[in-house]
């Protein structure tokens, strides 16, 4: 059966909300790990996109060795479109990138590596479909967040007008 996201930490692995990011940085990988970092950190936002991963796994392929979990079939699977990479270079990334080895959930210690045709298998099931409607959740949640801080805000701009 595959899992949403493993519930238990390995030795040294760090919180995926403790996670920090050279803000600095004018690269595309921070930014979408930072994105990924607050869907992780709002539980509902987070139990919304795993809902719709669930449905890219059919119930009659509950056989063989479990695939990946669904939070890093997300990672690499966003890290593949917005990058724009091949899967040589998502192997690479996934098994050399550091602070996107602590967003799958690898801590220091982990000698774990990725194949070749794990990723293909598994990042296959995420289409352009489920990217479309993980979209949909984390952009309707984006509008709320934009709400919530202007209305937090109002009072305050009433006054300097």
Not at 99 to 114: A, D, F, N, V
Not at 127 to 146: K, R, S
Request: glycine share 6%; hydrophobic share 40%; net charge positive.
């Amino acid at each position: 059966m595959r899992q949403s996201i493993n519930p238990q930490m390995q030795l040294g692995e760090v919180d995926i909300s403790a996670i920090t990011f050279n803000l600095k940085s004018r690269d595309d990988i921070p930014r979408l790990l930072l994105a990924l970092q607050y869907i992780w950190t709002n539980i509902d936002l987070r139990n919304q996109v795993l809902k719709v991963l669930e449905g890219m796994i059919s119930a009659d392929q509950n056989n063989g060795r479990p695939g990946m979990n669904l939070w890093r079939i997300l990672v690499v699977g966003t890290v593949r479109l917005v990058t724009n990479c091949d899967y040589d270079r998502l192997l690479e990334l996934a098994n050399e990138h550091g602070t996107l080895r602590k967003m799958l959930g690898h801590g220091p210690y982990c000698e774990h590596q990725y194949k070749l045709q794990t990723l293909q298998d598994n990042i296959v099931l995420f289409t352009p479909e489920i990217l479309d409607q993980v979209n949909q959740i984390v952009v309707n949640a984006g509008h709320l967040l934009v709400k919530k801080k202007k209305s937090q805000y109002a009072p305050a701009l009433t006054r300097l007008s």
